[in-house]
């Protein structure tokens, strides 16, 4: 029987996560280990199923809150060259689950294919884009996918087409898998209209987020038919700090970390943030972002 101890070249243990997330906060990781090819990934992810060890993902960290006490078990981290290669092929887009999603929106734009330019701004890799289906106003990942190619926790490799998988707001029915790759189908369109489309939609989330500051992207999913971002300014939060971490006076879904700041300063906000919203207008704000 393996064990852990196999891949002691590409585990750290009690590795600091704060580095890897956009937050910069949180505490370490029991073991993270960071595979070097998709063989050597399935060797871990086999091992872990094994020995019985609990298994998250890390990919580009931007959509992640981790606790102060940290993650016990197994952190993986899908990064780096084998885990981030983007093909264009016609009308489709090949990309790997560790390809940043803005190096996918460039490919395509410069491919004269329209769609993912709807994505801009948005941080993070395709694999985390894919499990919480990211996306804005206009659209989501999950309706240009062809194919997911990925693994499931026992090692197995499996190809999931459109038809199989189905897209939520902000979910996806990936989150029991560890994507390798995705396929999107895009439409052909001018390369100049389409870079003028993702202008205009930067500009506005530029005037409108603050994204020179730290922070996990928005906090909470929007409840149907409102604005969550709104509910928390009504709710006389916007601005509002505790310890290092503050709800942004640029837009109050969300918070954003200064220096020196702990997950528990952020906790408090959300806690804060849920407990106004749902005494001032009966309603329940759920999470956005994962906690670990």
């Not at 909470?220 to 310890?243: E, W």
């Amino acid at each position: 029987m393996t064990s852990l101890a196999d891949f002691n070249e590409i585990t750290r243990r009690d590795e600091p996560l704060a580095p890897y997330t956009w937050m910069k906060i949180g505490g370490p990781a029991q073991f993270l280990i960071q595979p070097r090819t998709p063989e050597e990934l399935v060797q871990v992810v086999k091992t872990c199923d094994q020995i019985e060890a609990p298994v998250k993902l890390l990919g580009g960290g931007s959509n992640l809150l981790v606790r102060d006490a940290g993650v016990g078990g197994v952190v993986l981290r899908i990064y780096g060259e084998p885990f981030a290669k983007v093909e264009v092929t016609d009308d489709l887009v090949r990309a790997g689950a560790g390809a940043m999603l803005t190096t996918v929106i460039s490919h395509t734009v410069n491919a004269g294919l329209a769609g993912m330019e709807t994505l801009v701004g948005i941080p993070g890799t395709v694999g985390g884009a894919l499990h919480g289906n990211a996306g804005g106003r206009i659209g989501d990942i999950g309706q240009f996918v062809e194919s997911v190619t990925a693994l499931t926790m026992t090692g197995e490799v499996v190809t999931r087409t459109k038809d199989e998988l189905t897209f939520g707001y902000r979910e996806s029915s990936l989150d029991d898998l560890i994507i390798l790759e995705a396929t999107f189908r895009l439409q052909s369109d001018d390369p100049e209209e389409i870079t003028r489309h993702m202008r205009k939609l930067w500009i506005s989330k530029k005037a409108t987020q603050p994204y020179s500051f730290q922070s996990a992207g928005c906090v909470f999913k929007n409840p149907r038919g409102m604005s969550a971002g709104l509910l928390i300014d009504q709710a006389g939060l916007r601005g509002t700090r505790i310890g290092n971490a503050e709800i942004s006076d640029r837009h109050a879904n969300f918070i954003v970390s200064h220096p020196g700041a702990s997950s528990a300063d952020v906790q408090r906000l959300i806690d804060l943030a849920r407990s106004k919203v749902a005494e001032q207008f009966g309603v329940d704000l759920e999470l956005e972002i994962e906690v670990w």
